[in-house]
């Protein structure tokens, strides 16, 4: 058996950058560790195969038995108390341990200085040794798996995340890789000029065929870029549907992508080397949610990826990828493997009193198998454990909370400057806010609206749908319209509440302007322009505008929900010895009453209390909401993941 021996001080032991991928023996008198290569024992673990999630009953969900022990939380990993049950979970049959006093160390090391003293060598202090040894980061060969990342394609915000966090934290040193579909819809073709075609060909079994798969390469940013090419991804429309609804056979499409991500880091050499079993998959939403699956039933079973880890991403929970229960034998598992994909509708929602209500759930397969759950925010990863906001899996999440987190979304702050934004006229920054008031009277000229410096701008960019709260700034637009305000609105979506804003540009001339569709520039214009932005989104998982919205300056009022509440921080004036704290106003419950009281405290601050109002902009303007800053607490998780042995082994 191989030992290999690394240096730490004892309090380096209970930081989160000596977590290592190994378990390791933790001893307050322990300088030296030997880290064992040899497998680690397996531990039972219930994986819930067992599981059926019924709505209407959660006497039936079968908890598991043994959750891993790795720290939910950065407070649990300084927490003492954990650290001693690290200690005895580790055991002294599979890890040896090498005992070094400090005196011995410290001997040790003047040895040393004495031999490099001859040799003219450069001396290391033993405090700087000692502080070198702290620098120990462990790299990860990452595999993110999505049906979607920008540049190439991109719905929403799980496209933000997919093409931003990689880049970060290849950035950070780790080897990344992506893997998604390549979309070919007559329009996307230009994207993937830079793609080439490894020559690689992968046979996927699944839908009762075997299925061949092509991969395509880019290299970009310090990232590899491998597109998923088959006839099923080449139509028009965007990746899950077109102006008829949803694709029919999405369960096919992402299963084959699941199926491909899994065989990439075995069979493909990019930079002359393949990623190798040992690698931490990223699986984000449903559409990607049959890796960890894949993982546990298909390849750990053949002594296959036993070191790799699985880390669930959801973006959106309403989404779950359930199809009936007759199409399971399609996606390529084991018969036995069924009951982790099962799921049971409660009879409210079935069709007829003959429909037993069966089907299956990938999101629900993701969320027993994965080792790690992550939300993309703190805020959402509480909403999913609730009946509120966990979509019938609230019971199923509840029972593994213990290795649920939350990591806010960052945002591309190369893009999204106001000192440098070529979509904005003027420029301005927290030092220099006079390019601000620039940017709202050519935005108050650019939409034909009164140039009225005194008078708050008030600005709206979302989908117009029931989840943004719409309908909510509907009922209120006549109170809202009371005021001595303007609102902008840009969206597009459900089909009548564009007639609405159609209509009411028509009635409130000089305060309404309504923008029907998405344009990229005039988004940031109304951002910089804009002096106020509101939120009323029913959930919002994490949400990105109020985040832009804050960097240029504009002040967020928000219901207080997900990654809204996360992030903006309720207007204190007596906070800060009387200076005020807070980034802009979070209103709760969602009504239409509440918000127009957190709407009317905004505009009265905004007019009588300039100074306060600066400092709220201010506040905003400085807020670290980097993708830097984001890819750091994803570390923090891989670590936590490659601590325990895999969930399902």
């Not at 006093?101 to 040895?111: F, G, K, P, Q, R």
């Not at 028009?236 to 008829?244: A, E, R």
């Not at 309403?318 to 799921?343: C, K, M, S």
């Not at 207080?560 to 979070?586: I, K, Q, S, Y």
């Amino acid at each position: 058996m191989a030992t290999h021996t690394l240096f730490f001080s004892p309090a380096t032991l209970c930081k989160k950058s000596a977590l290592l991928p190994r378990h390791v023996s933790l001893s307050s008198s322990v300088t030296q560790i030997a880290v064992s290569g040899g497998t680690l024992p397996q531990r039972p673990r219930d994986h819930g195969l067992r599981w059926r999630c019924l709505a209407e009953d959660r006497s039936q969900v079968e908890l598991p038995h043994d959750e891993p022990h790795a720290p939910a939380s950065l407070e649990d990993a300084e927490d003492p108390e954990l650290n001693s049950r690290e200690e005895e979970s580790n055991g002294s049959a599979h890890v040896a341990t090498v005992i070094r006093t400090e005196e011995e160390l410290d001997e040790e090391l003047i040895t040393s200085i004495t031999s490099k003293e001859e040799s003219k060598a450069p001396i290391m202090s033993i405090e700087e040794s000692k502080e070198d040894s702290k620098e120990i980061k462990v790299k990860f060969s990452i595999v993110f798996v999505t049906a979607e990342a920008e540049p190439y394609s991109k719905t929403g915000g799980l496209g933000d995340v997919c093409g931003s966090l990689p880049v970060a934290l290849a950035a950070r040193g780790h080897r990344v890789m992506v893997v998604l579909p390549r979309y070919l819809n007559g329009q996307s073709e230009k994207v993937y000029s830079n793609a080439v075609d490894l020559g690689k060909r992968a046979k996927v079994s699944c839908f009762g065929a075997d299925h061949e798969v092509a991969f395509f390469h880019e290299f970009r940013e310090n990232v590899d870029w491998v597109f998923v090419d088959h006839p099923a991804y080449r139509r028009p429309g965007n990746p899950y549907g077109d102006n008829y609804g949803a694709y029919g056979d999405n369960q096919f499409r992402f299963s084959l992508l699941s199926h491909a991500a899994c065989e990439a880091p075995l069979v493909l050499e990019l930079g002359g080397f393949n990623y190798g079993e040992k690698c931490i998959f990223v699986a984000n939403d449903w559409h990607a949610g049959l890796v960890p699956v894949l993982l546990g039933a298909k390849y750990r079973p053949w002594g296959v990826y036993k070191d790799a880890r699985s880390i669930l991403v959801i973006h959106n929970i309403a989404h779950q990828g359930v199809e009936p229960a007759t199409t399971y034998p399609n996606l390529g598992l084991p018969p036995d493997w069924y009951g982790a994909l099962e799921w049971v509708f409660p009879n409210w929602a079935r069709k007829h009193a003959l429909d037993k209500g069966e089907a299956v759930n990938i999101l629900k397969g993701a969320i027993v198998t994965a080792d790690r759950i992550v939300t993309v925010s703190e805020g959402y990863s509480w909403e999913i454990t609730t009946p509120e906001g966990g979509y019938g899996l609230d019971g199923l999440l509840t029972s593994r909370k213990s290795v649920i987190n939350g990591i806010v979304n960052g945002i591309d702050v190369t893009d999204w400057d106001p000192a440098t934004d070529q979509h904005i006229p003027f420029h301005y920054s927290i030092d220099d806010l006079s390019g601000k008031a620039l940017c709202k009277a050519d935005l108050q000229r650019e939409l034909g609206l009164p140039m009225r410096p005194v008078t708050p701008l008030i600005g709206f960019i979302g989908r117009l749908d029931y989840q943004k709260g719409t309908d909510l700034v509907l009922s209120a637009l006549p109170e809202i319209m009371q005021m001595d305000i303007q609102l902008v609105m840009l969206g597009s979506g459900n089909v009548a509440y564009e007639e609405w804003m159609r209509s009411a540009e028509y009635t409130y001339r000089d305060k309404f302007r309504g923008w029907v569709g998405f344009n990229v520039p005039i988004s940031h214009r109304i951002t910089a322009g804009c002096d106020i932005i509101i939120m009323p989104s029913r959930f919002e998982p994490c949400g990105l505008n109020q985040l832009y919205a804050m960097r240029y300056g504009t002040v967020p009022v928000v219901h207080c929900t997900g990654g809204l509440r996360d992030t903006v921080e309720t207007f204190n004036p007596f906070g800060d010895e009387g200076r005020g704290t807070g980034t802009g106003w979070a209103f709760s419950p969602l009504t239409k009453e509440r918000l127009l009281w957190a709407l009317g405290l905004a505009v009265s601050t905004y007019r009588d209390y300039r100074s306060s109002w600066e400092g709220l902009m201010k506040q905003g303007m400085s807020k670290d909401f980097t993708w830097d800053t984001a890819a750091s607490n994803y570390e923090q998780i891989f670590e936590w993941a490659s601590i325990d042995p895999p969930y399902v082994q």
